[in-house]
C-alpha cells in the first residue's frame, strides 16, 4: 500500500490500494451527491474509501458505510478512515453486494452511492488480474445486481447516485427504472465543450415519480485547455496559478 497524500492542502489524507486507484469520476460523484437532510448512507463496492472520506469530510453529522468484497481494498479504506479521525462515523463491511440482504436490513439507508464496473462482461480487454478486472468489469458483480442492492438498500424516497459511462445511459435508467429507482438529476461530463460526454451522473429516488432534471453539462477543461473553474473548486485549487 503506497504513503498517505494529501487531497488537497490541508485536506483529507488518502492510501490507495493495489488495485483500487482513485479516479477523477468518484471525486465528481461524491461532489455530485446532495445530502440535504439524509444522515446515513452507504457506498456499494467501496474500494480505498475515496467516496465515504470525501463525504464525511464535507457533512459533519453524515455516518457512512462502505461495502467492498476485496479484503485488501477495505483493510486500505478503514485505515483511510483512521488517518482521518473518521472511524466513529464510518464503517466498511467485506462482504459481496449481492448477497446485500444477508448483510443489511431492507431501507437502512437514506441514500446510496457506487461507482460500478463500467464495462459489460465479454465487451473487451480484460485485465488477468482478479481483482482489477473486478473494478472495472461486471465479471463479479453486473449493473442489474447494483440497482437491485441499491433499491433495497435504499429507504422510501431516499436517492441512489451513480456514476457511469456515457454509452451506457440506456442500461443505467432501463437497469434503475426496473427496480423501482426513479431518474431524477442526470448530469454529463466531457473534457471540453467539443468533445462528446465520457460519464454520466446520476440522482435516482427510490419510489420517486416521473421527472427527469437534466443539469448543465460539466466540462472539465476550458477552450484554451486550461481546468475549468468547476475542476478547480471541486479538486480545491481555486487561486492555484
Given at each position: 500500500?503506497?504513503?498517505?497524500?494529501?487531497?488537497?492542502?490541508?485536506?483529507?489524507?488518502?492510501?490507495?490500494?493495489?488495485?483500487f486507484?482513485?479516479?477523477?469520476?468518484?471525486?465528481?460523484?461524491?461532489?455530485?451527491?446532495?445530502i440535504?437532510?439524509r444522515?446515513?448512507?452507504?457506498?456499494?463496492?467501496?474500494?480505498?474509501?475515496?467516496?465515504?472520506?470525501?463525504?464525511?469530510?464535507?457533512?459533519?453529522?453524515?455516518?457512512?458505510?462502505?461495502?467492498?468484497?476485496?479484503?485488501?481494498?477495505?483493510?486500505?479504506?478503514r485505515?483511510n478512515?483512521?488517518?482521518?479521525?473518521?472511524?466513529?462515523?464510518?464503517?466498511?463491511?467485506?462482504?459481496?453486494?449481492?448477497?446485500?440482504?444477508?448483510?443489511?436490513?431492507?431501507?437502512?439507508?437514506d441514500?446510496?452511492?457506487?461507482?460500478?464496473?463500467?464495462?459489460?462482461?465479454?465487451?473487451?480487454?480484460?485485465s488477468?488480474?482478479?481483482?482489477?478486472?473486478?473494478?472495472?468489469?461486471?465479471?463479479?458483480?453486473?449493473?442489474?445486481?447494483?440497482?437491485?442492492?441499491?433499491?433495497?438498500?435504499?429507504?422510501?424516497?431516499?436517492?441512489?447516485?451513480?456514476?457511469?459511462?456515457?454509452?451506457?445511459?440506456?442500461d443505467?435508467?432501463?437497469?434503475?427504472r426496473?427496480?423501482?429507482?426513479?431518474?431524477?438529476?442526470?448530469?454529463?461530463?466531457?473534457?471540453?465543450?467539443?468533445?462528446?460526454?465520457?460519464?454520466v451522473?446520476?440522482?435516482?429516488?427510490?419510489g420517486?415519480?416521473?421527472?427527469?432534471?437534466?443539469?448543465?453539462?460539466?466540462?472539465v477543461?476550458?477552450?484554451?485547455?486550461?481546468?475549468?473553474?468547476?475542476?478547480?473548486?471541486?479538486?480545491?485549487?481555486?487561486?492555484?496559478?
Amino acid at each position: 500500500m503506497n504513503d498517505f497524500v494529501s487531497l488537497w492542502a490541508g485536506g483529507p489524507v488518502f492510501c490507495q490500494s493495489e488495485h483500487f486507484k482513485l479516479g477523477t469520476d468518484s471525486v465528481l460523484l461524491a461532489d455530485f451527491v446532495n445530502i440535504g437532510s439524509r444522515r446515513k448512507g452507504i457506498d456499494l463496492g467501496c474500494g480505498s474509501g475515496i467516496l465515504p472520506l470525501l463525504l464525511l469530510n464535507r457533512y459533519a453529522r453524515l455516518c457512512m458505510t462502505g461495502l467492498e468484497i476485496n479484503p485488501e481494498a477495505a483493510e486500505a479504506a478503514r485505515d483511510n478512515l483512521t488517518a482521518n479521525g473518521l472511524s466513529e462515523r464510518g464503517s466498511v463491511v467485506v462482504g459481496d453486494i449481492r448477497r446485500a440482504k444477508e448483510l443489511f436490513k431492507s431501507g437502512e439507508f437514506d441514500f446510496v452511492v457506487a461507482n460500478p464496473p463500467y464495462f459489460a462482461e465479454g465487451s473487451g480487454r480484460q485485465s488477468p488480474d482478479d481483482a482489477k478486472a473486478a473494478a472495472r468489469t461486471e465479471t463479479a458483480c453486473t449493473l442489474d445486481d447494483v440497482c437491485r442492492a441499491a433499491a433495497y438498500l435504499c429507504r422510501t424516497g431516499g436517492v441512489f447516485c451513480l456514476v457511469h459511462r456515457a454509452e451506457r445511459l440506456c442500461d443505467v435508467l432501463c437497469a434503475l427504472r426496473g427496480h423501482g429507482l426513479e431518474p431524477k438529476r442526470l448530469r454529463t461530463v466531457s473534457h471540453d465543450a467539443k468533445k462528446e460526454p465520457s460519464l454520466v451522473l446520476i440522482e435516482a429516488r427510490r419510489g420517486g415519480a416521473a421527472g427527469l432534471k437534466l443539469m448543465p453539462p460539466l466540462f472539465v477543461r476550458n477552450s484554451d485547455g486550461t481546468e475549468a473553474d468547476e475542476i478547480l473548486r471541486i479538486y480545491h485549487r481555486e487561486g492555484t496559478p
